[in-house]
């Protein structure tokens, strides 16, 4: 009955990720065409070295141990990096590179969060460059797929709402200025509803309902005042009904919610073929590549689940949707022991971020919610949006104490 | 070629259930280790807090970890945090404000071992480290070498190691009881002062130290009983 749990062995979960991603490669450069298999091969080759690189540097230099966290997203990562493959082979590179500027992020964001100091004294240039950020978009962005939140830089689309998440739960956390001295709220609700405001402008719902949930968590851990965050979200509510009541085109977009089976032909064909061949992909899958829905649009990014499912198998799908789950109970677990406020409100409010980010996603194109077109953390195709995810994880990754070496000893 | 894409389905599958099912299950068993970094004792009744988190909130609301019921400390009084050089005290806007050795802080202030905190009236020593001096009431044991927990239905014995045992239904407490009138969180022993003091946290079923009911944070002698519902296990201890 006496147990004692301690954390998974590297190098073994290090062999099994490494096979799952040679076979996941075998099987796109059998089906690939030829002049898709070397830009296929390279990315996922150096994708296996950067892989190993961290977790060496990280084990052996940085004397780390615990590595359940970033082998469940090198894992989710690979999965996504499979299906880009396998859908649009001529993007692999551009998203392997994505991948590696995000990991980049995240060893970067990791350390410079070892020291409190810097961090709060960076919540206000942060809060101003992801304001005029959304500002830019707002102006600047040109409308994608019924949302005007794409911004072209030398051949480059970047999604600035995916930058300012990392810099919304940098702000809410950090923002508690004087340790828990300052429990007001103000500054951020401003903070926040600029940003809520500004993805309403941009017709980005999805992530407008990503940043208030995040908002309502941040606050809650923040001020513990329930009453306050009530009066902030029925005011919120009313300000949503306002805006279906003056803009009915905005209420027209989920016009097929909970019926998507009446417009199977039209504003509901993403859903409905998302749930049959979701379905007929059964436990294990079909394998990769012999999917149908890879055929419908947006199938790598909003309906990547779907395809998951098909190509993979329900088990799989099903355990990638428990990892969300458990990174938000790792986060709560350590929150209590963190360093400061700061590192559990950013843990807490992150891996909160993903877990309703990837319920939006998973329930949308299930018709249980209505389609926000928001992407799965890790797995989903898009620059922006794994780099963002990969950041993000640097904040779940700093709430636990024996992340880094304090006074000289790791904890 | 068709049967081998097929054996690689499941293949693919299996890997991926591995990995992410050890990670899942670490993360959700692994806690955290709890150690003691600095001590309040309440001078009137040499009552001990231990502080296990680098910031530790002190107060009125129930929210706080150190909690008085005095009227004369505020809700949010006060925090002691941890440093990289050391401990620090804050005043959380208290309406009676913090004393330092007498002297009322400006916001914040660091704070050594022995120094006297006031919070409205209630006044407690800080001591760094698990282990309050000599100068108190409690007489400083020496140092335990070995305790244990005999379950008497089977002799079978767990050593108690570390600051801290959990006792309860949860997967992943050091004494793991399946049994439903058990809580998953039933009771929890810490090492403070070189004393096993046991601590019920169930509010279903009691907890009892030789036949009585346990309400507080109480210390462990050699040869007691303790008992949750129908298992009894003998708490013994070397010096």
């Known amino acids: 009955m006496l147990k004692k749990t301690k954390n998974v062995n590297l190098y073994i979960m290090l062999f099994i990720i490494t096979l799952f991603q040679l076979v996941c490669l075998f099987s796109l450069l059998f089906k690939a065409k030829s002049e898709h298999k070397l830009g296929i091969f390279i990315s996922f080759v150096l994708y296996i070295l950067v892989e190993y690189l961290y977790f060496i540097g990280a084990r052996l230099i940085l004397q780390r141990k615990g590595f359940e966290v970033e082998l469940i997203a090198f894992l989710l990562t690979s999965i996504g990096l499979t299906i880009t493959a396998s859908v649009y082979p001529e993007a692999t590179i551009k998203q392997f590179v994505a991948v590696v500027i995000g990991i980049v992020g995240f060893v970067v964001l990791q350390w410079f969060m070892r020291e409190l100091k810097p961090c709060i004294a960076l919540r206000i240039p942060v809060a101003v460059l992801a304001i005029g950020l959304m500002a830019f978009a707002v102006v600047f962005a040109k409308y994608t797929n019924g949302a005007r939140n794409w911004i072209y830089i030398g051949g480059v689309s970047v999604q600035p709402s995916e930058l300012v998440k990392v810099a919304f739960v940098f702000v809410g956390a950090a923002s508690l200025e004087k340790l828990q001295s300052n429990k007001s709220l103000t500054k951020f609700i401003i903070f926040a509803f600029a940003c809520v405001g500004a993805l309403f402008l941009m017709h980005d719902f999805g992530t407008a309902l990503i940043f208030f949930f995040t908002f309502v968590v941040i606050s809650f851990m923040r001020s513990g005042d329930v009453r306050t965050i009530l009066i902030v979200c029925t005011v919120a509510l009313m300000g949503g009904l306002l805006i279906l009541l003056f803009r009915p085109y905005v209420a027209n977009r989920f016009a097929a919610y909970g019926h998507v089976w009446e417009y199977f032909d039209t504003s509901g064909y993403q859903q409905t073929r998302t749930m049959i061949y979701s379905a007929s992909g059964g436990l294990f899958g079909v394998g990769i590549g012999n999917g149908h829905l890879r055929e419908i649009f947006a199938s790598t990014e909003d309906l990547v689940f779907g395809v998951v499912c098909e190509e993979f198998g329900m088990i799989m799908a099903g355990a990638i949707l428990l990892s969300y789950v458990a990174l938000l109970v790792y986060s709560i677990r350590h929150a209590k022991y963190a360093r400061s406020t700061f590192y559990a409100i950013s843990a807490c409010g992150a891996s909160a971020l993903m877990l309703f980010q990837a319920a939006l996603n998973v329930f949308g194109v299930n018709d249980i919610l209505p389609l926000t077109g928001v992407t799965l953390p890790f797995v989903s195709r898009g620059g922006s949006s794994i780099i963002c995810c990969w950041m993000l994880l640097a904040f779940i990754k700093a709430v636990d104490r024996s992340t880094y070496r304090y006074g000289g000893v790791r904890q | ?239």
């Not at chain 2, 097929?6 to 259930?17: D, E, N, P, S």
């Not at chain 2, 401990?87 to 914040?108: A, H, M, W």
């Not at chain 2, 919070?119 to 760094?128: D, E, S």
């Open chain 2, 1 to 239: 070629m068709d049967n081998l894409e097929f054996i690689m389905r499941y293949i693919l599958c299996f890997l991926a259930i591995a990995v992410i099912l050890n990670c899942v299950l670490s993360l959700i068993r692994l806690r955290p280790e709890k150690k003691t970094y600095a001590l309040l004792v309440d001078v009137t009744n040499d009552e001990q807090f231990p502080i296990n988190c680098y910031e530790t909130s002190v107060g009125r609301s129930k929210s706080c970890d150190i909690v008085f019921s005095n009227m004369t400390v505020s809700r949010s009084h006060a925090v002691i945090a941890l440093r990289k050089d050391g401990f620090y005290i804050f005043d959380t806007e208290s309406k009676t404000g913090v004393f330092v050795n007498g002297e009322q802080i400006n916001k914040s202030q660091k704070i050594f071992n022995g120094d006297i905190l006031a919070f409205g009236t209630a006044v407690l020593k800080f001591y760094i480290g698990s282990e309050a001096d000599d100068d108190i009431s409690h007489k400083k044991d020496a140092p335990i070498a070995r305790a244990t927990l005999t379950n008497l239905a089977d002799n079978n014995v767990f050593k108690l190691e570390g600051d801290y045992v959990t006792i309860g239904r949860k997967r992943g407490s050091n004494i793991e009881i399946s049994a439903p009138y058990v809580s998953r969180e039933h009771a929890e022993l810490t090492l403070q002062k070189n004393r096993w003091i046991i601590e019920n946290f169930s509010s279903v079923t009691a907890t009892t130290l030789n036949g009585e009911i346990i309400y507080s944070p109480t210390p462990l002698e050699n040869g007691d009983v303790i008992e949750i519902g129908d298992f009894a296990f003998r708490y013994e201890e070397n010096r």
